[in-house]
Structure formats: structure tokens, C-alpha cells
């Protein structure tokens, strides 16, 4: 997949497009079916494919105080857009001049003009310039201008329930984390680098990853949760504890990770956790030995777990 960066549209040689357009901040099966829409349209008309979003999510530069926390950092949105098999990932810089540019401006000198677009993709609540003032109708009406043709997908539902990316953050922040999964079409992921910790986990027997994060992700409530560890192309089972460990009296919050039949030095490498579902909540043991025989106890629930999500 070719990534190309808005400072580098004028410098494009794509060919023929078909682009799906938005935001895409969750990549949920809502946004999917958008992008796969595009896909199959360059497949069926012998253009290239393309996905057109902006970095950071507008609200962050609009309105700050009102910026979702992240499901998907920059780097997760590539890596699943090459999964699915695009071809190009068009990076717009969302700056508050970008803002101000009227939608039909956007349309003709960006999409048309820049990136040759001859076939754009969106859902039906897709807004588009200048306070939002274009929208789906604006786009057939300019498709049928300068000839360009519009597809319209409206929202995907499960059990009559419209996919969002704010449905899935909730899901999150209240631990409902298979059903964000379901939504998603894959598990929640955060990604991070495993830092030194205090040692404890190991002077148990249960040595665990401590993995800091630099994004700000939306995170699930305090806890152990059953999860994947995703590390040099392979996946091991594993259990979280997200929290402050109140049987050491921990005082900073703290991501750690204990990765099942697993002996590799990680520190200072970079691993993905997939979480698989909820295990139980945080809670202060008497001891250490009481502590150890819950985490055996974890440990066979998860491994029961996970045998059955693949």
C-alpha cells in the first residue's frame, strides 16, 4: 500500500481512483464496508483503490476538549488498511486553514484535480467542508457537474443497533469488551513498549511485560482481562492487569502483562495486546500467597477462554 502524505498530493501519479472518504477513527465494520465498497468498484472498473482520511481526527484541532479518546492510533489504521488490500492511503493533514476550505473547493481542487478521482465512496451521514456544509447530496450534484459518479452505503446494524465509533468507546470504557470486538470485527488492540518494572511479578513466579503507551487510547475499567499478545508475527496467550495493584500498594497506574509459556527478553521492544474479554476486577490481597493462587485461578480461566476465541 502507498501512503501519501497531503504535503505530497500535488506530486501523486495514482491512475484512476476510487476512494472511499472519512474520518475512519475505529475502522469498525461500519467503515469497512465503505472502504470494501471502494475496492470492489476499482476491481470492477480496472481503477486503483484508495482510502482518503485526516490525521488527527478533526475534533482534535476544532475542539479539543471534545476529542475522542483513540480506539486505533495513525499507525494500527495503516497496518489494517494494507491488510484489507488497498492500494493507496491518502493522509490529509487536518489543520484549521483545511477547515475553512468550502466543500466544493475540497471536491475539485483536492479529489479531482490532485488525487484523479473518478468514483467517490461514503456513508449517508458523511459531511464534508467548511462547517459541514456539503454532504452526500452536494457530491451527487457536483459528480453530476464534472463527471465523477457518488455511491452512498448506509450504516451497517447488529440486531438493529447502527455501528459507531462512539458505541465502541463506550463499550470500552464500560469493559463490554467482546461486544466491541463484535463491532469491530476484530479485537480491541492497544500497542506499546515494554519498560522496566519493579520486579514483583517475577518474585512470584508470574513475571509479567509492563508496556507503556504514547497514545491516548480509550481503555477499558481497571482489571484482568484475558488477551493475545501479538510479538514478532506470533501470538501467545496472556492475561492484563490494568490498574494500581492495590496488594503492593501501587500508586501509579500501571498496563502489565504476564504472557503464557513465553521466555523472550522484551524490554524496550514494542507489542501489540488484543483483548479478548473481562476476567475479573482489581483486588487487594492479604499476601502474596493468596494473590498467586487467584492468578492460577486466571490462568485456567483464560486459557478455557481463549480455546474458544481464535
Known amino acids: 500500500m502507498d501512503v501519501i502524505t497531503s504535503k505530497d498530493f500535488n506530486n501523486c501519479d495514482n491512475g484512476n481512483m476510487a476512494v472511499a472518504i472519512g474520518s475512519f477513527d475505529g475502522l469498525h465494520l461500519g467503515h469497512q464496508a465503505v472502504i470494501k465498497k471502494a475496492m470492489e468498484i476499482a476491481r470492477k472498473n480496472n481503477m486503483n483503490s484508495g482510502v482518503y482520511s485526516f490525521v488527527p481526527h478533526p475534533l482534535k484541532v476544532l475542539k479539543p476538549e471534545k476529542a475522542p479518546k483513540l480506539i486505533i492510533n495513525s499507525i494500527q489504521k495503516e497496518e489494517i488498511l494494507e491488510k484489507m488490500g488497498v492500494e493507496f492511503f491518502f493522509k490529509q493533514k487536518f489543520t484549521e486553514e483545511f477547515s475553512n476550505i468550502e466543500f466544493k473547493e475540497f471536491v475539485l481542487d483536492i479529489l479531482i484535480k490532485k488525487l484523479n478521482v473518478n468514483h467517490i465512496v461514503v456513508g449517508e451521514d458523511f459531511k464534508f467542508g467548511h462547517n459541514g456544509k456539503g454532504h452526500v447530496n452536494s457530491l451527487f450534484n457536483l459528480g453530476d457537474e464534472y463527471g465523477f459518479d457518488v455511491t452512498v452505503l448506509k450504516p451497517i446494524k447488529i440486531n438493529e443497533d447502527k455501528i459507531s465509533s462512539t458505541k465502541i468507546r463506550e463499550f470500552i470504557k464500560t469493559g463490554k469488551i467482546s461486544k466491541a470486538a463484535k463491532y469491530l470485527g476484530r479485537y480491541f488492540q492497544i500497542k506499546g513498549k515494554v519498560v522496566t518494572g519493579d520486579g514483583r511479578g517475577s518474585k512470584i513466579g508470574f513475571p509479567t511485560a509492563n508496556i507503556s503507551i504514547n497514545t491516548d487510547y480509550v481503555l477499558p475499567p481497571d482489571g484482568v482481562y484475558a488477551v493475545y499478545v501479538n510479538y514478532k508475527n506470533e501470538k501467545f496467550r496472556g492475561m492484563t492487569n490494568l490498574g494500581y495493584r492495590p496488594t503492593f500498594a501501587g500508586e501509579n497506574h500501571s498496563i502489565e502483562t504476564y504472557i503464557m509459556e513465553f521466555a523472550d527478553e522484551l524490554y524496550g521492544t514494542n507489542i501489540?495486546?488484543?483483548?479478548?474479554?473481562?476476567?475479573?476486577?482489581?483486588?487487594?490481597?492479604?499476601?502474596?500467597?493468596?494473590l498467586v493462587k487467584q492468578i492460577n485461578k486466571d490462568i485456567l480461566y483464560t486459557n478455557n477462554l481463549l480455546c474458544y476465541n481464535i
Open 272 to 290: 501489540k495486546i488484543d483483548f479478548v474479554d473481562f476476567i475479573r476486577t482489581e483486588k487487594r490481597f492479604n499476601n502474596s500467597e493468596e
